[in-house]
Nanobody, 123 residues
Framework: VQLQASGGGMVQAGGSLRLSCAATGGTFSRYVMGWFRQAPGKEREFVAAINWSGGSTYYADSVQGRFTISRDNAKNTVYLQMNSLKPEDTAVYYC?????????????????WGQGTLVTVSS
């Protein structure tokens, strides 16, 4: 599976961005999809995950209520809608795929990764 993330950019605090991650190869609907982020000097951290059908989602406490993960299996694409952005959301955002029924917050459990897209939130 190859993953291509896009949609990053620079936005002011309080603004919104929508990230997309397009998958090619494999059977997209069999993968749990996740979003992670990594700020300079920090470890990669879990942001959100979504199950096969899109009927179950899970969020890090830091983004709960502000971010929404969704997927369109017909388009082999997962999205991350980010609202009420804060400067501390600044990071490179990565999408990841896990060939499993169960999501996980540990990045080492994911099998495939996109190249990352930079999100910069100014105060």
């Amino acid at each position: 599976v190859q993953l291509q993330a896009s949609g990053g950019g620079m936005v002011q605090a309080g603004g919104s961005l929508r990230l997309s991650c397009a998958a090619t190869g494999g059977t997209f609907s069999r993968y749990v999809m996740g979003w992670f982020r990594q700020a300079p000097g920090k470890e990669r951290e879990f942001v959100a995950a979504i199950n096969w059908s899109g009927g179950s989602t899970y969020y890090a406490d830091s983004v709960q209520g502000r971010f929404t993960i969704s997927r369109d299996n017909a388009k082999n694409t997962v999205y991350l809608q980010m609202n009420s952005l804060k400067p501390e959301d600044t990071a490179v955002y990565y999408c990841a795929a896990k060939y499993s029924r169960w999501y996980d917050t540990n990045p080492v459990e994911y099998d495939y990764w996109g190249q990352g897209t930079l999100v910069t939130v100014s105060s």
